[in-house]
Nanobody
Framework: VQLQASGGGLVQAGGSLRLSCAAP????????MGWYRQAPGKQRELVATITANGITNYADSVVGRFTISRPNVRTTVYLQMNSLLPEDTAVYYC?????????WGQGAQVTVSS
C-alpha cells in the first residue's frame, strides 16, 4: 500500500492548510488512518487518528485547531489545520493500519512563519 500525501506548504502564523493522503486504487481492510509529524531534532509524534468508523483522537497541542476527517472513500484521510503556530512546523506523515501492518506516506513539509 503506497500512501500519497499532499497539501503541505509555507503559511504565516494564524493561517490554515489542508493535508490529504490517499491510498490509490481499491484497497480493502484499512482500519485506522492518521497523521504524525516530526520537527527537526525531535521524535515523530502523533497528531491525530481516525478509525474506520469515525472515532477520532488528537494530540493535546492541536485540539480545537486541527480536524481529521475521512470521507466515504475509506482509503483517504484529510487533516484541516487552522490557527497554525510556528511550533506546528514539521514534516507531516500519514499512516494507515491494514490487517496488522503499518503503511506510511512520504511526508509533507509544513512551515509556519511567525
Amino acid at each position: 500500500v503506497q500512501l500519497q500525501a499532499s497539501g503541505g506548504g509555507l503559511v504565516q502564523a494564524g493561517g490554515s492548510l489542508r493535508l490529504s493522503c490517499a491510498a490509490p486504487g481499491k484497497i480493502f481492510g484499512i482500519n485506522t488512518m492518521g497523521w504524525y509529524r516530526q520537527a527537526p531534532g525531535k521524535q515523530r509524534e502523533l497528531v491525530a487518528t481516525i478509525t474506520a468508523n469515525g472515532i477520532t483522537n488528537y494530540a493535546d497541542s492541536v485540539v480545537g485547531r486541527f480536524t481529521i476527517s475521512r470521507p466515504n472513500v475509506r482509503t483517504t484521510v484529510y487533516l484541516q489545520m487552522n490557527s497554525l503556530l510556528p511550533e506546528d512546523t514539521a514534516v507531516y506523515y500519514c499512516k494507515a493500519d491494514r490487517l496488522g501492518d503499518e503503511y506510511w506516506g512520504q511526508g509533507a513539509q509544513v512551515t509556519v512563519s511567525s
